[in-house]
């Protein structure tokens, strides 16, 4: 292994002790209250070697979305090109799919709904908000080609795919935001996957060619 390989590796495992560590100081304090200093406390690092890997809090808590943006993407690419799964089937692996990803890191998810709605966006590096683009747009097409398979195999009424997915995505991050903000209204009671659940249940039954008269 040459010297540049071998740095690149230690800048590799360096830049994860600090996901890690900002993740733990997150999950205990929550995204607004935490700081870079925080967060190198955390990973034993000073806050000046944080500054070599992210240039801020946002691009730091990006960097943690993009991670759970390419879990996502992944599962809904195999839901996508799963074979033997008839369009039914792939409509409730969809809402299944979406609900599990939920589960896999509720924080990180809520953070990710955050960051597409704010101004946070603006301040990222040219390669970090590239990066999130392309999920993005890749996550949504998986969506619409599942769509597009049911609309034409009769099992989904005949909508543009797009514009199905963008409401789909639409309510996934709406219902997890107003989720986080009924636990800090009322007692931190949580039933969002409940909501998800339902809200889903009742956007697909709307959808289907069936239900139709």
Request: charged content about 30%.
């Amino acid at each position: 292994m040459g010297i540049q390989e071998r740095k690149e590796r230690e800048r590799g495992r360096r830049r994860q002790q600090i996901m890690i560590a900002a993740k733990r100081v997150f999950y205990n304090k929550g995204f607004a209250r935490v700081t870079m200093e925080d967060i190198a406390r955390e990973a034993e690092l000073s806050p000046g070697t944080l500054y070599l890997y992210f240039k801020n809090k946002d691009e730091l808590c990006a960097s943690l979305s993009l991670r759970i943006l390419q879990y996502l993407n992944m599962r809904l690419r195999h839901v996508s090109s799963e074979k033997e799964l008839d369009g039914k089937q792939k409509l409730e692996a969809l809402k299944n799919t979406i609900i599990n990803v939920y589960e896999f890191d509720p924080l990180i998810l809520v953070n990710l709904f955050r960051l597409q709605s704010s101004e946070t966006l603006k301040n990222l590096s040219p390669e970090l908000l590239a990066d999130i683009k392309e999920l993005f747009s890749s996550s949504l097409s998986a969506m619409s080609d599942i769509f597009n398979e049911g609309i034409k195999t009769g099992v989904v009424i005949d909508k543009k795919p797009e514009a199905l997915a963008d409401q789909m995505w639409a309510l996934f991050s709406g219902i997890v935001l107003w989720g986080e903000s009924k636990k800090i209204m009322y007692n931190n009671k949580d039933y969002l996957k409940q909501a998800l659940e339902t809200a889903f249940e009742v956007f697909l039954l709307g959808i289907k060619r069936e239900n139709r008269v």
